[in-house]
């Protein structure tokens, strides 16, 4: 398959398949007020793991979720029953929102066969899919991360960015008000605004119905944000959840682009003296 996302009818058809290992990634923004673990325990695809984003992740650097290290994304995802090799679907509990970030962590890691299900478990239930209740208890694998290199970017190295002409393209996948300064972060103590020079492609604007729009439409949506194809390009967001999307939105047009900057605007934004934009 060349497409990141795979449909409920195709998951359906391999429930069973010993080599798919399925993934619920759903983590929400602390104002949601939304347990993920709670949700998952309530129902979710039958023999379904939970990644908790927030802890499968570089914890020392007082900034959320950040990219594990080898050895601890291996010895988790492990435990989660997880092999590099398995096909791996995931999915979440809003049909399209933190899936993307969870698809490329696996990536990333040098899981290859890793996916997003389209529409994810609100479309699953809605079609009426069977759904699990409880905890899980997967038998443990061995997972061997082949982490791909220089897939994140920090403040000084996104400076640089920003300073060059001749660098990736920024790209800032928060809400227009929020990338023009006009509307607050939602998390507190941080500066409004964006990095200067960065462009603007609101998530959203590529989802419809839990899923990513068409082809055509991704591409148009992409060239009117300013962004060539054609050159490198670093995403970036809130807190590195979102940025996520053009990622995945690349690899379904057959790019493989899956720089991110992992702090994104929770680092940039607390920064007193980085420079910002506005307007």
């Known amino acids: 398959m060349t497409s990141p996302l795979v449909s409920t009818d195709w998951l359906a058809a391999r429930l069973d398949a010993p080599d798919v290992k399925i993934v ?6 602390p104002q ?18 939970h990644f908790n984003l927030d802890r499968i992740a570089d914890t020392s650097s007082g900034l959320p979720h950040m990219l594990a290290d080898a050895a601890t994304f291996s010895a988790a995802v492990g435990a989660m029953g997880i092999s590099e090799t398995d096909t791996i679907v995931v999915y979440d509990g809003m049909g399209l929102f933190s899936a993307p970030r969870v698809w490329w962590n696996f990536r990333v890691m040098g899981a290859k066969n890793t996916f997003v299900l389209a529409g994810g478990l609100p479309k699953w239930q809605a079609e009426g899919r069977p759904v699990e209740t409880g905890a899980a208890r997967p038998a443990p694998a061995q997972f061997k991360a082949e982490p791909r290199e220089n897939v994140t970017a920090d ?3 996104m400076l640089a960015i920003s ?7 920024i790209v800032d996948m928060r809400g227009a008000a929020r990338y023009r300064g006009e509307a607050p972060e939602p998390r507190a103590g941080l500066r409004s605004g964006r990095i200067p020079g960065s462009l603007n492609l609101p998530f959203n604007e590529l989802v419809v119905d839990g899923t990513l729009v068409d082809d055509a439409a991704l591409k148009a949506r992409l060239e009117a944000a300013g962004i060539d194809l054609a050159r490198p390009v670093i995403s970036s967001c809130g807190s ?3 940025a996520t999307f053009l990622n995945l939105a690349l690899a379904q047009l057959g790019v493989d682009a899956m720089q991110i900057y992992d702090g994104s605007w929770t680092e940039w934004g607390g920064i007193p ?6 307007g």
Request: net charge negative; hydrophobic share 40%; charged share 25%.
């Open 240 to 242: 590195g959840v979102t």
């Open 24 to 29: 619920d990634a759903s983590w929400y923004m």
């Open 32 to 49: 949601m007020d939304r347990d993920p673990l709670a949700e998952f325990e309530a129902a979710h695809i039958p023999g379904a793991v």
């Open 155 to 157: 403040a000084e190295a």
């Open 273 to 278: 003296d980085l420079p910002i934009e506005r």
């Open 163 to 169: 300073q060059s002409t001749d660098g990736p393209q």
